[in-house]
Each structure stands twice: as C-alpha cells, then as structure tokens.
C-alpha cells in the first residue's frame, strides 16, 4: 500500500515538476498611439477597461513607463533589437515626411528595420520558442505589399505572422477597422494550437491610432456618459478602448483555460503617446510626435503569478530597448557577452528586488513632424530631472530654447527651471550631447533652402 501510495504521489508531481521546469512563455500586447490616460488603471475614471484594470491589480503597473520614441517605427525597431532608434538609425516613422522648406535638414536615415539586426524573436526561436507577431510591424520599406514583404517580421523571427494596417477613414467602423478581432482570432488559435510549447507571441494593435472609429452603439453608449465633454475624455477612444480590452480580457481568459496562466508572463505597452487631436493625454503635456511626457509616457502592465507580487507599483524610469535584455534573461539564457545593447534586464525588478542602477535614459528624434512642436529635438531622463533640446537652437541659435522639469514636482512639465538651474542644465546638456556621440546618432544639418514662410510645409512619405 505505501509503495502503491508513493508511486500515485509521483505520478502527480512528476507533471507539476515539467510544468514549471518549462521555459517562461511571453505575451506581449502592444498597443498602438496609447497614452496613459485611456487605460482606466491609471486613473481616469471615464475609460472603462476592466481587463486590463485586472491585469494591473495582479501584477505589477509602472507609473513612469517610457516608448524609445514619440512615434511608431522607432519604437518597435528599439523594442525588437534592444537598441536606441539613434544607434539603428530608424528614428523615425516608415518613410517619415519631408519638409523641404524648414530651417534644418533632416539626417538621411535608416528607412526600415535590416535583415542584419538580430531580434528578440530571432533569440527566442534559437531557444526553442514558437514564435508569433499578428497586427502591426511597421519596420519593413513599405507599408503595404509588396514593398512590406522584403523586411517582414517571418525574415525577423517569427514563425507565424498576420499582418494588419490601420483602416482608411472610408472604411466601415462597424466591420472590425482595426483589425482587433482577427488579430483577437488568431491569438486564441496560436494558444491552442502551442499550448504545450515555450512561445512568445505579440499583438500588435493599430488601435488606437487615427483614424478613430467603432461602431455607432459603442460610441454612443460613451458619449451619453459623464464627462464625455472632457478634453481628455473622447468617446469614440472609448468605444475603441472597450473593444480592445474586450480582446484582452478573451486572451486572458484563453490562457486560463489551457492551463496557461501561472506559466506565462503577459506584458501590456504602447509605442507612444496619443494623437493630441484626438485628447488631451491629461495629466501630461503634449502628445504623439512630442518629447514632451505625453509623447513618451505609456502604459505598462506586467502579469506573471506567482513571482510578481500583485497589486505592485514601481517608478522606476523603463523603456522600450529593455524588453530586449530582459526577454532573454527570462528564457533561461541571457544575451552573449559583448552584445550590442542598450537596455537592461528587468527580471530583478520583476521578481521584487530592488530596482537596479540606472543613470539615464535618452531620446533622439532628429525630424519634423506634423503633430510635433519646436522641430528637431532630443531629450534626458536623469533621475528626477528631464532636459528637452531643441536642434534648431542648438544648430542656428533661433528657435525653442532648452527646457528642465523636474518630473517629481511637476509631471505635467508645466514649470521650466533652466533659467534657475543652469548647471544642472549644462551638465545634461553634457551627458546628452556624450551619449549621441557614443551612439552614432546622426544629427539634421541648417538647410541652405530655409524659407520662413514654407518651413511648416510638408509631404508625407508614409504613414505612421
């Protein structure tokens, strides 16, 4: 009988042993031109998402969550290979626009993500992971086939992918625009279909980006409720909020069912802020194409039970190259000593240790941009302090001046202390100008074309 009992004993644990012997699995779902303000976790009570709010009440939501970039590409180019946009040189959205007439000139740039980069799906997969990107990518030389097929995500990494795209502003708001439930679709069929294998897998959303539309009951059920006359409060962002957490509520619910749950850290991020047009990003200045927080500042959740305590904050300053670092350390094998790599791993951080040093984050953003302010510009996170440099100053001595928030006394960057703090400014000034240098940024040059009364004139080459 106590063999008997021994052995039924074993024969239980044995499964729960390979369970958790298994590798971590990633889900990563990215959001697209999401500030922080539409997610309800971050406390505006107008935008209801339920899911995502779960998601943060049992993990761990970053208050000071940063995109390596205010628009798109770049972001998702720093994410994809652990390095900042000015060391790749995709610093800007997939062709970017031109502006022949303003007072500088922007760099030639690198127009979509090369082959030679190694990505974190490329590192996954010699791991052992399925892989899988449905929605968005964003970092080939077109938009659209068949120029987006040379630089698509399955010749990066990833075994299975489905590409979707922004809808066009004629397109019909009540037959899925955005593409949510089939990305939806196919993210509940890659779970079944690899449940019993190590995966990561991202959900690259074009929503929320413009143009907004949902269907006419969703929009209305919003626009009827308080506060909906807001500046920061727009009921079809809304409506659109309400569908995308619906999808992540089914994939969450997706994982549960399979057994997923305990094993799977799920991750929820943005690659920029929102569209200033579209709503205000209270409580932060500026929007998408600004480095000012409402450009840069998003959302970031991270679920994983069992090892993130929930209902966690932290403020410690992230970004988008840490992904990268912290993926591979989470597969069981770290990046090779002597990689390229601008991020660091959070996988301390996650598991509750104490945050780990870090000195600065950087932003380059050598362009122009429809929806931007002051032109060309770069910027330095250092502890509390954020320094904003405006190139055309820099290059011709007109144009925005610097800027210094202190970002624990003023989030909303309301207060510009550089005529008070000069040394403090010049000492960022210093270690900004130093890291583009050790990066290979390139920098825009004064335009000899510079016609005051045309600057503001652009084409835009791409969409971003």
């Not at 960022?428 to 825009?444: D, F, I, K, N």
Request: glycine residues 10%.
């Amino acid at each position: 009988m106590k063999i008997r009992h021994l052995a039924l004993v074993l024969g239980l644990v044995a499964p729960l042993l390979a369970a958790s012997s298994r590798p971590l699995n990633i889900l990563l779902i990215f959001a697209d031109d999401l500030g922080v303000t539409p997610v309800g976790a971050y406390g505006n009570a107008y935008y209801q998402t339920p899911h995502l709010d779960r998601l943060a009440r049992e993990g761990l939501r970053f208050t000071d969550a940063y995109a390596a970039c205010p628009v798109c590409s770049p972001t998702r180019s720093a994410l994809m290979t652990g390095k900042y946009p000015a060391r790749t040189h995709v610093t800007d959205f997939i062709a970017g626009g031109v502006f022949p007439w303003a007072r500088l000139t922007q760099p030639e740039w690198q127009k979509f993500l090369p082959l030679a980069e190694v990505t974190v799906a490329e590192e996954l997969s010699a791991r052992g992971y399925v892989t899988g990107l449905f929605g968005k990518w964003h970092l080939a030389k077109g938009y659209l086939p068949p120029q987006s097929v040379a630089e698509g995500p399955d010749r990066q990494g990833f075994a299975e992918t489905f590409i979707t795209h922004k809808p066009k502003s004629s397109d019909d708001p009540e037959q899925d625009a955005h593409g949510v439930e089939k990305i939806t679709e196919r993210a509940l069929a890659f779970l079944e279909k690899y449940r019993a294998k190590p995966f990561f897998l991202e959900l690259a959303h074009n929503s929320i980006h413009s143009p907004i539309m949902a269907p006419k009951a969703v929009v209305e059920k919003h626009r009827k409720r308080a506060g909906g006359d807001r500046p920061e409060n727009n009921p079809v962002i809304a409506a659109m909020m309400e569908i995308l957490d619906d999808s992540v509520g089914r994939v969450l619910a997706k994982l549960d069912a399979l057994g997923l749950r305990e094993n799977t850290l799920v991750i929820f991020y943005s690659d920029n802020g929102g569209l200033l047009k579209d709503g205000a990003q209270t409580p932060f200045r500026g929007g998408k194409a600004q480095l000012y927080e409402g450009g840069i500042r998003v959302p970031l959740v991270a679920r994983w039970p069992g090892v993130i305590a929930a209902g966690r904050t932290s403020a410690f300053p992230v970004t988008s190259v840490d992904f990268f670092p912290t993926f591979l350390e989470l597969s069981g094998r770290p990046a090779a000593r002597g990689a390229v790599l601008d991020g660091m791993s959070l996988v301390g951080l996650l598991r509750g240790q104490p945050a780990p040093a870090r000195a600065a984050i950087y932003w380059h953003y050598p362009h122009y941009h429809a929806a931007g302010v002051h032109g060309p510009a770069g910027a330095i996170r250092a502890g509390d302090w954020k320094l904003i440099e405006y190139y055309e100053s820099t290059l011709t001595g007109k144009g925005a001046a610097r800027e210094l928030f202190n970002l624990r006394d003023d989030p909303a960057e309301t207060r510009n202390l550089a005529a008070s703090e000069g040394g403090l400014v010049e000492a960022l000034q210093v270690q900004l100008r130093e890291w583009r240098q050790s990066v290979g940024a390139q920098m825009p040059v004064v335009n000899p074309k510079y016609d005051p009364a045309k600057a503001s004139q652009s084409g835009s080459k791409g969409s971003d």
